[in-house]
């Protein structure tokens, strides 16, 4: 057994404990995901926690004969026109099942609790899981194949170089609230995300990409971009819409504290989706009721509770009971136990990774200045080792920042790929100055090479992979305190106050292949560059990738960025994780998907108890 599975060993009989201290002080789990769910189909990411391809193995088939393979790579680039496009077929070429009952709760078990009911403000997989079922995007992606499809928009075009994009949204579409959905409403939320005073995190992404966004009539809106941007639909356009009777006249320093965001004022949570929202019992549950006049066809289910297991243990355990219906992100290890059960078991292809970040702010003048530390600790890291005794082989090694679903993933052309490998990892810090003292830890210039290594609290494959990285630090004379703490306090200490050393957790990406809200020079403040890193080279790619509508040159550039980036290893990318979804056999008409599992909510429906 390796020395770091008998630390892990020990650290899951912690972990046992952990649901009774998340009960009494609020825990939770997630990964920082850039959003491909229903309420930010192609836009965002933030923090979550799931994975990539494959098939649960040890479980019953399960829906997976019924749900089409996620791993194809889209044909085409989902550019635009200068002829007008229509928005495709919304229930993307699936066969639903009749509704054969009409009413019933489902209840959803997640491991996080939501932290605002605000698409604007939301930053984290379980709020915007919430929010799809509300609130709705212009476009959204097909959670199959990540082509472009219209939800909010009927019909789109753009100009030859595809820095002017038109939108034109349904007619019908009314707000929860009976009032019309038009135009006003997009520019609105557009130019919330881009206020700095919001809060958004997607500011300094949306602004360096969008000149205006100008109403041509109730129907019709027209982006004016900085650059020509290949990738509009599935990168811009997917942002959440809110209203603009709700929203248009709050101060945008305000709107994270507002009753609308917060859900203590539901009057003010109001979106175009299936789902009105009901309450939030912060820690315990938040909950949506059917829309009747949803614009759609009005769901099935009368309501919608998405409420909080302590961890994937339990949320496995209340699974095989009943007391939950739903749950994204089963432990592998929890798999088999489904065999020949009420519950059917999907591993669903997404677009996310597992990561660790360095903080490389040169204010802090930590050891992670030195490229050769940060090198030495990814080769010290026996990543397939972690990958099948923690994630028990649900994900794959990164090759790569690309995950396998996306069009632009090319392991060929990454020339650093991280092989395990002590000796190189010794070299570089030998070659760096790092002296291993009597202790074992080495130092250089009276500075010990230590840190605090964060993660969230009651995520077990990431506290197991917190134990594992420690004692294979330790190897290499390097002290590693791991320090858990919730989910949201975790999501603010990196992206608010930026006081961490290193941190884990994950992300998942957008249909589009643009990774700067993460790796670009603007995205610290206003973005996803937690470690602000910044190299000007890798900029000037990422910003020709976005304008360069052929798509095996695209690909070419990507590949180009990330050589650059992973040479200069300001994070590294451990896996590509697989997220098994259990859905009990009451629910109907449930695909399962890594991309957004909520693509038609409004036709799930129960069996009648």
């Known amino acids: 057994m390796p020395r770091w599975l008998r630390y892990a060993g020990l650290l899951m009989v912690i972990a046992l404990v952990m649901p009774l201290i998340v009960a009494c002080g609020g825990s939770s789990e997630a990964t920082a995901t850039k959003g491909t769910t229903a309420t930010e189909p192609a836009a965002a990411s933030s923090p979550t926690e799931s994975g990539t391809t494959g098939t649960a193995t040890g479980a019953e088939p399960t829906k997976a004969a019924e749900t089409p393979s996620t791993g194809s790579p889209v044909s085409s680039p989902p550019t635009g026109s200068a002829g007008r496009v229509e928005g495709g077929d919304l229930t993307f070429g699936q066969t639903l099942k009749p509704v054969d009952n009409k009413g019933g709760t489902l209840i959803e ?47 789109w075009e753009s100009n030859e170089t595809m820095d002017v994009w038109t939108i034109y949204l349904r ?15 997009v520019k609105t939320t557009y130019d919330l995300h881009m206020n700095p005073d919001s809060g958004s995190s997607y500011t ?36 959440a819409i809110v209203a603009d009777h709700i929203w248009g006249s709050a101060p945008a320093a305000s709107v994270k504290t507002d009753g609308g965001a917060t859900g203590q004022d539901p009057t003010r949570v109001v979106g175009t989706g299936p789902f009105k929202f009901k309450e939030w019992l912060s820690g315990d549950h938040a909950t949506a009721v059917r829309y009747d006049d949803y614009w759609n066809g009005a769901a099935a289910l009368d309501e ?45 292809d997404a677009l996310s990774f597992t990561f660790f970040g360095y903080n490389m702010d040169p204010a802090r003048k930590g050891v992670f200045e030195d490229v050769n530390v940060r090198q030495a600790l990814i080769y010290a890291l026996d990543r397939d080792a972690m990958v099948e005794e923690i994630q028990f082989g649900f994900a794959q090694v990164a090759v790569g920042t690309m995950p396998p679903l996306s069009w632009a993933y090319n392991p060929d052309g990454i020339k650093l790929k991280y092989p395990y490998d002590v000796d190189k990892a010794n070299q570089l810090l030998d070659e760096a100055g790092w002296v291993k003292g009597s202790d074992g830890v080495r130092a250089k210039d009276g500075k010990k090479l230590e840190f605090t290594m964060y993660t969230n609290a009651g995520n077990n494959v990431r506290e197991q992979y917190l134990v594992a990285a420690q004692a294979y630090w330790n190897e290499i004379g390097v002290k590693m305190t791991p320090q858990l703490e919730p989910f949201p306090e975790l999501v603010d200490r990196i992206t608010e106050t930026h006081d961490f050393d290193i941190f884990l957790i994950g992300f998942s990406w957008s249909a589009t292949p643009d990774q700067s809200i993460m790796f670009g020079c603007n995205s610290y403040e206003g973005g996803f560059n937690f470690g602000k890193y910044c190299n000007e080279e890798v900029d000037k790619v990422l910003n020709e990738a976005m304008s360069e509508p052929d798509r095996a040159k695209r690909i070419g550039l990507y590949t180009e ?31 399962p998907s890594g991309i957004n599992a909520y693509w038609n909510v409004n036709h799930w429906w129960v069996d009648k108890k």
């Open 204 to 239: 300094s992404d949306l602004t360096s990409k969008i000149k205006s966004v100008d109403v041509v009539d109730d129907h019709t809106v027209t982006f004016t971009l900085n650059h020509p941007l290949v990738d509009f639909l599935v990168d811009v356009a997917g942002y």
């Open 109 to 155: 078990g997640a491991i996080s609790d939501i932290s605002t009911v605000l698409p604007i403000v939301t930053d984290d997989v379980p709020s915007s899981n919430f929010e799809a079922l509300i609130f709705e995007s212009m476009i959204t992606v097909n959670p199959f194949t990540l082509e472009p499809v219209g939800l909010l928009a009927e019909a």
């Open 304 to 348: 919608y509770i998405m409420k909080v297991v302590p961890d994937r243990a339990t949320g496995a355990q209340q699974l095989k009971t009943g007391e939950i219906d739903f749950f994204q992100g089963l432990l592998g290890s929890s798999v088999s136990e489904f065999k020949g059960s009420n519950v059917d078991v999907v591993a669903a």
């Open 561 to 591: 960025f990330q050589n650059l980036m992973l040479a200069d290893a300001p994070a590294a990318i451990l896996d590509f994780p697989q997220s098994p979804t259990g859905v009990n056999q009451r629910l109907h008409n449930v695909f």
């Open 171 to 185: 007619d019908g579409v009314t707000w929860q609230d009976g009032k019309p959905f038009t135009a006003k409403d």
